[in-house]
C-alpha cells in the first residue's frame, strides 16, 4: 500500500492554475522524483500535499488517512514533513532552538531525539548555538532537512535541497539522503537537477505547465528526448 | 538632589506601568503582524474590572491581581476570535481600523456605565511613605516600579525562553516555518492575543490607583504604550521595557523642571524624533536577514 | 456635467431646508458643513489610504485662524474663512512631510502626534487663544449682512459647501484622483508610470487639510465660543468614520458619510450617548462585510434590480492581420530629446550586487542594439531578477552603471524613468484593479506629475472625458493589445492573460523606445503566451520598440528573441543567438547538472 497517494490534485491561485489533476504514488521508503523546468509547477504540488496553500482540490492519502484540505500544522504532525524551496527557517533562532521547535511536531508520538539529528549533519553539531541566519547555504539545507526529520517523519518533502549549494555539498547532501530513506524514510524529491535525482531516486514523474507529461523509472526518463523538450520546449 | 531622585522614582514607577502597555502592545504585533490600537481599551477595562473586584466585591488587591488579567486576557482573545480572525486575510488599513474603533468601542462601553466620573481606588499598598532625609517615597509609587517592572521581566523572560514564548517567536520569524514545525496559527495567534491582553489589564490594576479610572485612560495609555513601542523598535520586546521607562522619566522630568504642558507634549516629542531619526527605535535588536 | 452634481446636490439640500423649521435649518446647517469634512476625507482616507487622527486639529486650525483674523484684525468673514483655508493647507504641508515618510501605523502615529501637540499648543497659548477658557466668535458679516438666524446660517454654509466642494470633485474625478487611487492600489506600478508617492500623499494631505480647516472656519461662529477640547483626539476619529461608513471609494461616500452621521446625534436624540458606541459597531461591520460602506450597499442592490450587462471577461482573440493592423495603426516610438545617435537602447555594465557574503550579480555587462527583443534567462538564483530591478531602478547597485540610448540612468528615479522613454511590465502583474482599462492605460501617458495631474483633471472637468489627444492614443493602444471591447471594465475583473495585455497597452501608450519586460508570459497558457508573443513581434517591428525580456519559459524565449543572455550563479554563462545558446553544454548543466548532458 502506498504511503502517499494523490489524485486529481488541482492548485489554483487567484486565475493561475499552477497544477492541474496531478496524480502520483509513493511506496513506504521508496523515493520519488518530481522532475519538470521552472514554473511547471512542482513546488506548487509539494505545497499542497503539505497543505501550505489555500485552494487546493483533489485527495491526497497519507498513511492510509486522507489528508486533502488539512493546514501544514496538521499535517506535519500526522508524520509528513516538507523541506521547503526556500527553507523558511527562524533568522535568529539558534540551531538547537530551530531543532526544538520542531519537536512540537512530533508530540504524542515517539520522539527523535536530537544526537540523531547531530549523528547526520555533524556541521550542524558542531554549531548548535549558532544562530540560523549565520550559516552557510549549505548548512542552512542541512538545518532545514533536520527540522523535517526531528518531527519522526514517516515522508520527507525534499523541494529542490541542492539548489544554489555548490557541487561539493551536494555530494554530501545526496549521501546523507540517501541515508534516511534507508532509514525508512519514503521520499518525495522535487529536482531540476537531473544529476541529484538520478543519484536518489527509481521513479519520477515530469510536470510541464502543471501537468503531468511522463512517468516512470529515472533511467528511462534520462534516455527520453521528450523530457529535454519539456525543459527547453 | 533629594527632589531629583523623587522624580527619577515617580518617572520609573509610570515608566513601568507604560512598560507594561508597551510589552503587550509588542507581543501582539510580533506574533501576528497586527498593531493593536485597542490596547488602551483592553488597560481602561482592566482598571475597571480591578475597581470592580477590590471596591466593589471588596476582595484583595491580590484577587485582582490574579483576575483581571485573565478576565482581560480572554476579552482580547475574544476580539480576536470575533473579528479579526475573519480580518486575518484583509489589508493593514481595514485592521488597523478595525481596531482604532474596537478600542474606542470599549472606552464609550466603559463610559456609558461610569459616566465621565473619575473612580478612584484605594492604595494597594497601606502604610506611611519612606522618609530618607529630604526624600519622600511613597509605598505606591515603589510598588507600581517594583511590581510592573517585575511582571514585564517575567513577561519578557517566559516570551525568549518557555515553550509558548518558542511557538510565538516562531511564528513571528516565519509563518510557514511556524506551521512546518507543527505550530496552528489559530492557536498561537489566540494564545498571543490572550498574553498581550493579559498584560494590558494587569497594567490596568497597576494604573488604576494611580493614575484614576476614566475614558480618557484608554486614550493616554495606548498612546503611551505605542509611542514606547516605537522608542523601543515596535519589534524588541527588551526594547518596549526600556522604553517605556525611558518614556516615564521623561515626563517626569519634563514635568518638574519645564511645564505640565511639556508634560504632555514630550511623549509626542519623543515619537516624532524618534520617527525621524531612528525609524528603527533606539534599544532595537539587530535585522538578521531572512532565511 | 457628473462635476456638478455633488455641489448641485448640497444647493438642493440648502433649497431644500430653507423650507422647513428652524431646528431643521440648524440641523441641515450642521449636516452639510459636514459634508467638507467627508469629501476631505474620501480623499485623503479613501482614496490614498492614509489613517488620519489629526481631523481635529485642521478643524481647529481653521476655526481658531479665522477666529483670530476678525476677532484680531477685523477682517470680514469671506476673507477670515480663506484666512483658515490657507493655514489648513500650511498646517496640512508641515504634517505631511514628516508623515509621508512613513505607512499604516506608523503614519497614524505621527498624524496623532500633531493633534495632540496643535491642541496642546492652542491651550497653553493663553494671551492669543484664550487658553483652556476659549475664544468667544462673532456672528459672521457678509458684505455688511449680519448673519444670525438659522436660515442665514443655513444659506451660508450651503453655497460656502457647494463652491469648496466642487474643486475637490475635479480633482477626485480627474487624473489627480485616479493617480492617487492607483498608488494606493499599487505603489510600485504606481511609481514606474511617474506617480511620485511622497508628492501625491504630501498633495493629499495640504488639499484635504485646506478643506477641513475651512470646514473649521466655517462652523466656528455657530458655536459662540470655540476652545480646544472641541476639537480633539476623539472628533478625529469620529470623523474618520464618515469616509468609511459613507463609502471610502466615491465622493457620494463622504457627502453621504458626513452628512449622515454628524447629525446622528440631533436625529435621534433619545440614542444620543449611544451614537458613539453605534459608530464604533458600524464601523467594525463595515470594515468586515462591506468595505466599500454605505455606497456599495446602494450599488449592491441597485445592481440586483438592473439585470446588468456582463461583459465577458475574454477579449476578442482577433486574427493576425487585424492585430497587425492595429499596432500599424499606433503612432511609433519616439526619440526623446536627449538621446545620442548611434548608442546602444540599453547598455549594462559592470553590473555587481552583493548582500553581505552573498554575490548575487557579477559584473554583469549586456549590451541591447536598438530594434533588438533581447533576452535573458538562467535557472534559479542566477540572479536574474536583481539585476532586473537594478536596471529598472528599483534596486540600488553596489557597482556598475545603466545606459540608455547614451544618457545615463544611475541618477533617475523610477518616477522619471517613463519620461525619458522606457517603459516596463511586472511579473507579478501591477495593474490597478479599482480602475479602469482606459484608466490604467491613461496613467501609462506618463504626464503624472502632481501639478500635470491637477492641470489634466481641470482640462478633463471641461471637456467632460479625457481631453481628446490623450483619449485617442489610450483607445489606439487598447485596440493594439485587443482590450478596446473591455476598456470601461475595471482592470480586477480581467482574466491573467488580459492583464499582461493591459499591461503591455499601458507601456506602449507613452510611444516608448525600450521595453524592459519581467516574465510577461508567467502563469499564462500555451495558446494566450503564442498570442502575447506576436502581439510583442508586432510591436517591436511595426512601431520599433525595443525589449528586454526575462522569461523563465525557455521556448517562449527562443521564439521570441533575437538574442539571449544567460546567467548561473551571478554571472553571464553565454550569449549568442538564441537556438545556438541553448544547445551549448554549459547552459544545458547549469540547469541539468553535469551528468545528465552526456
Given at each position: 500500500m502506498s504511503i502517499l497517494s494523490v489524485s486529481g490534485l488541482t492548485v489554483a491561485h487567484g486565475q493561475i492554475?499552477?497544477?492541474?489533476d496531478v496524480a502520483l504514488e509513493v511506496a513506504p521508503g521508496q523515493c520519488l522524483a518530481l522532475l519538470g523546468p521552472n514554473g511547471a509547477g512542482k513546488t506548487a504540488s509539494v505545497e499542497a500535499i503539505a497543505g501550505l496553500l489555500p485552494k487546493v482540490s483533489g485527495r491526497v492519502m497519507f498513511n492510509g488517512e486522507d489528508?486533502?484540505?488539512?493546514?501544514a500544522s496538521t499535517v506535519v504532525c500526522r508524520g509528513l514533513a516538507l523541506v521547503p524551496q526556500w527553507r523558511e527557517?527562524?533568522?535568529?533562532?539558534?540551531v538547537e532552538e530551530t531543532l526544538l521547535a520542531a519537536t512540537n511536531a512530533a508530540r504524542g508520538r515517539p520522539a527523535i531525539s536530537l544526537e540523531v539529528i547531530f549523528e547526520y549533519f555533524p556541521r550542524l553539531k558542531e554549531r548548535?548555538?549558532?544562530?540560523?541566519?549565520?550559516?552557510s547555504g549549505g548548512e542552512q539545507q542541512m538545518l532545514a532537512i533536520g527540522r523535517a526529520l526531528v518531527t519522526n517523519p514517516k515522508m520527507i518533502l525534499l523541494d529542490e535541497?541542492?539548489?544554489?549549494?555548490?557541487v561539493g555539498i551536494v555530494k554530501t547532501m545526496i549521501d546523507i539522503i540517501g541515508r534516511i530513506q534507508q532509514s525508512g524514510v519514503a521520499i518525495l524529491l522535487v529536482e531540476q537537477n537531473l544529476e541529484v535525482a538520478t543519484a536518489l531516486a527509481e521513479r519520477c514523474v515530469v510536470l510541464t505547465a502543471g501537468r503531468m507529461v511522463w512517468s516512470g523509472t529515472v533511467v528511462d526518463a534520462m534516455k527520453t528526448d521528450e523530457i529535454r523538450e519539456a525543459y527547453f520546449a | 538632589m533629594s527632589e531629583l531622585l523623587m522624580v527619577i522614582i515617580g518617572g520609573l514607577a509610570s515608566g513601568a506601568v507604560y512598560s507594561l502597555v508597551a510589552i503587550g502592545i509588542v507581543v501582539i504585533h510580533k506574533a501576528t503582524k497586527t498593531v493593536n490600537f485597542a490596547h488602551g481599551g483592553f488597560v481602561l477595562l482592566g482598571a475597571f474590572a480591578a475597581y470592580l473586584v477590590v471596591v466593589?466585591?471588596?476582595?484583595t488587591y491580590w484577587a485582582a491581581y490574579l483576575i483581571v488579567p485573565v478576565l482581560i486576557g480572554g476579552l482580547a482573545t475574544g476580539v480576536e476570535l470575533a473579528i479579526l480572525r475573519p480580518l486575518r486575510k484583509a489589508d493593514l488599513f481595514t485592521v488597523i481600523t478595525a481596531t482604532i474603533f474596537i478600542g474606542i468601542g470599549l472606552s464609550e462601553i466603559y463610559r456609558l456605565s461610569y459616566n465621565t466620573e473619575i473612580l478612584a481606588m484605594p492604595k494597594p499598598i497601606a502604610g506611611a511613605p519612606f522618609f530618607f532625609g529630604d526624600v519622600i517615597l511613597t509605598r505606591g509609587q515603589l510598588w507600581v516600579a517594583a511590581g510592573a517592572l517585575t511582571a514585564g521581566f517575567v513577561g519578557l523572560l517566559v516570551f525568549s525562553h518557555a515553550t509558548i514564548g518558542r511557538s510565538m517567536r516562531a511564528m513571528a520569524s516565519n509563518v510557514r516555518g511556524a506551521t512546518l514545525c507543527g505550530y496552528s496559527v489559530d492557536r498561537v495567534y489566540a494564545i498571543a492575543w490572550f498574553v498581550g491582553g493579559a498584560l494590558a489589564g494587569l497594567a490596568g490594576v497597576f494604573a488604576g490607583p494611580s493614575k484614576?479610572?476614566?475614558?480618557?485612560l484608554a486614550v493616554a495609555m495606548i498612546t503611551a504604550g505605542f509611542v514606547a513601542a516605537v522608542i523601543g523598535g515596535f519589534d524588541s520586546l527588551r526594547g518596549a521595557l526600556l522604553g517605556g521607562l525611558l518614556l516615564g522619566l521623561a515626563e517626569t522630568f519634563a514635568a518638574a523642571y519645564v511645564s505640565s504642558a511639556m508634560k504632555s507634549a514630550i511623549s509626542f516629542l519623543l515619537l516624532f524624533v524618534v520617527l525621524l531619526w531612528r525609524p528603527d527605535g533606539l534599544f532595537s535588536e539587530a535585522k538578521v536577514r531572512d532565511v | 456635467m457628473k462635476i456638478f452634481l455633488p455641489s448641485l446636490c448640497i444647493l438642493l439640500l440648502t433649497l431644500a431646508g430653507s423650507a422647513l423649521s428652524t431646528y431643521w435649518q440648524y440641523v441641515f446647517t450642521i449636516s452639510i458643513g459636514a459634508t467638507i469634512v467627508g469629501v476631505a476625507l474620501v480623499m485623503l482616507?479613501?482614496?490614498?489610504r492614509c489613517i488620519t487622527i489629526a481631523t481635529g486639529s485642521m478643524l481647529a486650525v481653521g476655526a481658531y485662524a479665522s477666529a483670530l483674523t476678525v476677532l484680531k484684525?477685523?477682517?470680514s468673514f469671506p476673507l477670515a474663512l480663506l484666512t483658515g483655508l490657507f493655514f489648513g493647507a500650511i498646517a496640512g504641508y508641515v504634517l505631511a512631510v514628516p508623515a509621508v515618510r512613513f505607512r499604516s501605523h506608523n503614519l497614524a502615529m505621527v498624524t496623532l502626534v500633531f493633534q495632540e501637540v496643535v491642541i496642546i499648543f492652542l491651550r497653553e497659548a493663553k494671551s492669543l487663544?484664550?487658553?483652556?477658557?476659549g475664544l468667544n466668535i462673532p456672528p459672521p458679516v457678509f458684505f455688511g449682512i449680519v448673519i444670525k438666524s438659522d436660515i442665514g446660517n443655513l444659506v451660508m454654509t450651503g453655497i460656502a459647501a457647494a463652491i469648496v466642494i466642487f474643486p475637490l470633485t475635479v480633482l477626485l474625478y480627474g487624473p489627480f484622483g485616479k493617480n492617487l487611487r492607483a498608488l494606493a492600489a499599487n505603489e510600485i506600478g504606481a511609481r514606474a508610470f511617474g506617480i511620485s508617492p511622497r508628492k501625491y500623499l504630501i498633495a493629499a494631505f495640504v488639499v484635504s487639510s485646506a478643506a477641513i480647516a475651512f470646514a473649521g472656519a466655517l462652523s466656528a461662529?455657530?458655536?459662540?465660543i470655540i476652545d480646544p477640547d472641541s476639537y480633539g483626539v476623539l472628533t478625529s476619529i469620529f470623523t474618520l468614520a464618515y469616509p468609511i461608513i459613507g463609502g471610502m471609494n466615491s465622493i457620494w461616500g463622504g457627502l453621504l458619510g458626513g452628512g449622515a452621521l454628524r447629525i446622528l446625534p440631533e436625529v435621534l436624540r433619545p440614542l444620543a450617548d449611544y451614537i458613539e458606541l453605534m459608530f464604533c459597531v458600524l464601523v467594525v461591520l463595515t470594515v468586515m462585510y462591506?468595505?466599500?460602506?454605505l455606497v456599495e450597499l446602494v450599488e449592491r442592490m441597485s445592481a440586483r434590480f438592473r439585470?446588468?450587462?456582463?461583459?465577458?471577461?475574454?477579449?476578442?482573440?482577433?486574427?493576425a492581420e487585424t492585430r497587425d493592423a492595429m499596432v500599424k495603426a499606433m503612432p511609433p516610438a519616439m526619440p526623446r530629446e536627449d538621446e545620442v545617435a548611434g548608442a546602444a537602447a540599453l547598455r549594462i555594465e559592470g553590473m555587481s550586487k552583493s548582500y553581505g557574503a552573498l554575490?548575487?550579480?557579477?559584473n554583469v555587462s549586456i549590451e541591447v542594439a536598438v530594434g533588438r527583443l533581447h533576452g535573458l534567462m538562467g535557472p534559479n538564483g542566477a540572479g536574474k531578477t536583481t539585476l532586473f530591478n537594478m536596471v529598472t531602478g528599483f534596486t540600488q547597485p553596489g557597482a556598475g552603471s545603466v545606459t540608455s540610448f547614451g544618457r545615463s540612468?544611475?541618477?533617475?528615479?523610477v518616477e522619471e524613468r517613463v519620461g525619458l522613454g522606457i517603459a516596463r511590465t511586472f511579473q507579478h502583474v501591477a495593474v490597478f484593479?479599482?480602475?479602469s482599462c482606459f484608466d490604467n492605460t491613461l496613467i501609462g501617458?506618463?504626464?503624472?506629475g502632481v501639478t500635470a495631474s491637477m492641470r489634466r483633471s481641470i482640462a478633463s472637468a471641461r471637456a467632460g472625458v479625457a481631453a481628446g489627444e490623450e483619449r485617442e492614443a489610450v483607445m489606439a493602444a487598447l485596440d493594439a493589445v485587443g482590450l478596446k471591447p473591455l476598456?470601461?471594465?475595471?482592470?480586477?475583473?480581467?482574466s491573467l492573460g488580459n492583464q499582461r495585455r493591459l499591461e503591455i497597452a499601458r507601456a506602449i501608450v507613452s510611444r516608448p523606445r525600450l521595453i524592459l519586460l519581467d516574465e510577461?508570459?508567467?502563469?499564462?497558457g500555451a495558446d494566450e503566451a503564442a498570442q502575447l508573443r506576436e502581439l510583442l513581434l508586432a510591436i517591436n517591428r511595426e512601431l520599433g520598440v525595443t525589449m528586454f525580456v526575462i522569461e523563465h519559459n525557455i521556448g517562449f524565449l527562443l521564439s521570441l528573441c533575437d538574442r539571449l543572455t544567460v546567467m548561473s550563479y551571478g554571472e553571464i554563462i553565454a550569449e549568442g543567438e538564441p537556438n545556438e545558446v541553448v544547445a551549448t553544454q554549459h547552459v544545458r548543466s547549469a540547469y541539468f547538472g553535469d551528468k545528465a548532458t552526456a
Open positions: 492554475v499552477a497544477v492541474r489528508i486533502s484540505g488539512m493546514p527557517l527562524f533568522a535568529n533562532f539558534s548548535r548555538s549558532q544562530i540560523a541566519g549565520s550559516l535541497p541542492s539548489a544554489g549549494l555548490a | 466593589k466585591l471588596q476582595w484614576g479610572i476614566s475614558p480618557d | 482616507v479613501g482614496y490614498a484684525l477685523g477682517w487663544t484664550g487658553g483652556a477658557e461662529p455657530r458655536f459662540r462591506f468595505p466599500g460602506g439585470q446588468g450587462k456582463t461583459a465577458s471577461s475574454e477579449a476578442a482573440l482577433d486574427g554575490q548575487a550579480v557579477k540612468l544611475s541618477e533617475v528615479p484593479p479599482s480602475l501617458l506618463g504626464r503624472n476598456a470601461l471594465q475595471p482592470a480586477g475583473s480581467l510577461p508570459v508567467s502563469g499564462v
